[in-house]
């Protein structure tokens, strides 16, 4: 990219651009139709939406709201329930405002963005243009006067820089003395610095084709990758280590396997491997390449490990097409993992994937897993029962309580005569009960699976009679 190119898009970024009228007069108006970020970072990109007749208004509302990325085929499939994004995406919104943001970019995240919303009428709505997302790594160039500059495809007003002379933090810019590699990051990204750029042509050592972070539940193993390039590698000493911890190493004699030791790094013919078995959350770190000169030690960027305790759980995201079931983890999943689903405790054949399309998930009882890590079942709202104080006469107090049972938790709200909401709580509490408040009231439950009703009469007596109350139990389960 030419300096014009990177000014035109700065230009870019600073115009707001005018929302596009989509259908049934919804208008969706992205501030920045272009962004930029560095691999591995995150990104958040953020939109306005309004409705011309004011939205709340004449039953205007947007039901359901979601973020896609732009296909040929037109398709607006949900970014919760692509696989490579599933762990990686939040998204977020305050009113009329959304935003989405992804983490632990990759190159292949690079694409338009589109905000989609479901309306209370059931249609779809796409705010085109949408964001066009580039996703880029700084580079380390040299000049026609030999210095040192620090690149990117991304259009970054005042940087500053940080400098690395073979991966350790200097002062200022490289100079000419003795090193053998430069690297560069941005000032508050240090994470993300560009890949090691030899200093004397193609002789000198370097690592590619390191995963930039990985993410592991405890328990697990997991194995650490690269591929190291050198002319005269067989006379190096190989060793990892964590660059958090530096009296963490482990030298790799002879290039094998220790077996039985929880830290296991390996190299031969460049291919490097630190596998790690039974993962502690202790384990988290930077793990770095490095190798031993006579004189002194070299390493790379590394990889940063992120190790938590396994917290599977079944997510519902529903479309305008119904729901679609996604195992969900706060640690992004490789692509490579299979997944397995069960339905009332059965397992659903030749499901591997993490997102589960096509059920009624208002009935029945589903939970996801991997390996041995299970999530907990998620099924809709039991059908509600109601508990009550025995013996109340008009002028005492009286409690209806609403409960059920479902996973994840239900809210229950009272209605009365069908149509009024009386209470947001799953408790009615009279204090003190009038005989007007005879009638039928109607507890509803719902989660994101489905609802269910429950309706009851009370009847209210004068003082020195019985309040009679009947519980008459039906269920729906509708629109949710
Ligand atoms: C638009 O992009 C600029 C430059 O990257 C950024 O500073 C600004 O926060 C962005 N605006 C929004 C609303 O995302
Ligand atoms: C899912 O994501 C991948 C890359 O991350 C992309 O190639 C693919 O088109 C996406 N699929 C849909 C339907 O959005
Ligand atoms: C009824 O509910 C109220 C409010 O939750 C509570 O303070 C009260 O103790 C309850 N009364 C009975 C009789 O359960
Ligand atoms: C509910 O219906 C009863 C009789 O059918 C009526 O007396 C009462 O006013 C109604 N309550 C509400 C809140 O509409
Ligand atoms: C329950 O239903 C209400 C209104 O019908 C809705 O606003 C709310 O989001 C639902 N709750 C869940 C957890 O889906």
């Known amino acids: 990219m030419t300096f014009k190119d990177a000014v035109r898009r700065l ?3 600073l115009v707001c ?3 596009t009228e989509g259908a049934d007069g919804w208008t969706v108006t992205y501030h920045n139709t272009t962004s930029c970020a560095l691999k591995g970072s995150t990104v958040e990109i953020t939109c306005t939406f309004h409705h011309q007749l004011g939205i709340n208004d004449r039953g205007v509302t947007a039901k359901h709201t979601f973020w896609f990325r732009k296909q040929q085929d037109n398709q607006r499939v949900d970014l919760r329930t692509n696989r490579t994004y599933i762990g990686r995406v939040r998204y977020h919104c305050d009113s009329d405002r959304c935003s989405l943001s992804i983490n632990d970019l990759r190159e292949s995240d690079a694409a338009v963005y589109v905000f989609g919303l479901i309306t209370s009428q059931g249609s779809e709505v796409a705010g085109e243009p949408g964001v066009t997302l580039t996703v880029t790594d700084l580079q380390v160039t040299k000049n026609q006067n030999n210095n040192h500059m620090c690149q990117s495809r991304c259009p970054v007003s005042n940087p500053s820089y940080i400098w690395y002379k073979d991966g350790e933090k200097i002062q200022g810019k490289p100079d000419q003395t003795s090193y053998r590699t430069t690297s560069c990051a941005l000032q508050g990204l240090e994470k993300f610095p560009s890949p090691p750029e030899c200093n004397s042509g193609n002789s000198c050592a370097t690592v590619v084709n390191v995963e930039r972070s990985i993410c592991a539940f405890t328990g697990s193993s997991v194995d650490i990758s690269g591929i190291f390039y050198s002319d005269y590698y067989y006379k ?3 060793l990892w280590f964590v660059a958090e911890r530096e009296q963490q190493k482990w030298d790799i004699p002879g290039n094998v396997y220790q077996r039985k030791a929880r830290f296991q790094g390996f190299a031969r013919n460049g291919q490097l491997r630190l596998r790690i078995t039974n993962l502690a959350e202790s384990d988290s770190g930077e793990y770095r390449f490095g190798y031993k000169t006579y004189s002194r030690t070299y390493s790379f960027p590394g990889t ?4 938590k305790d ?11 097409t119904g729901g679609t079931l996604v195992c969900q983890s706060s640690c992004p999943f490789s692509d490579r993992y299979s997944f397995y689903w069960y339905k009332n405790n059965r397992p659903i054949y030749r499901e591997t994937s993490p997102v589960l399309k096509g059920h009624a998930f208002s009935e029945g009882r ?3 897993g991997f390996e041995r890590y299970h999530s907990r079942e998620v099924y809709a709202p039991r059908i509600p029962t109601v508990s009550r104080n025995k013996e109340v006469v008009e002028g005492s107090s009286v409690n209806l309580t609403c409960s059920t049972d479902a996973n994840p938790a239900a809210t229950c709200i009272w209605f009365k005569n069908q149509t009024f909401v009386i209470s947001q709580k799953s408790i009615l509490y009279f204090n003190p009960i009038r005989s007007e408040e005879t009638g039928h009231y109607k507890c509803k439950c719902n989660n994101t ?3 269910k009703y429950v309706s009851t009469h009370l009847d209210v007596q004068c003082r020195s009679h019985f309040i009679f109350i009947f519980t008459a139990i039906f269920f729906l389960t509708s629109d949710a």
Request: net charge negative.
């Open 11 to 13: 230009f870019l970024l």
């Open 449 to 451: 699976h489905g609802n």
């Open 17 to 19: 651009v005018p929302g």
């Open 304 to 307: 940063t490990l992120t190790v």
């Open 236 to 238: 190096l000493s190989p």
């Open 310 to 320: 396994p917290d599977l759980k079944v997510e519902v995201i529903w479309t305008s």
């Open 366 to 368: 589903y939970s996801c």
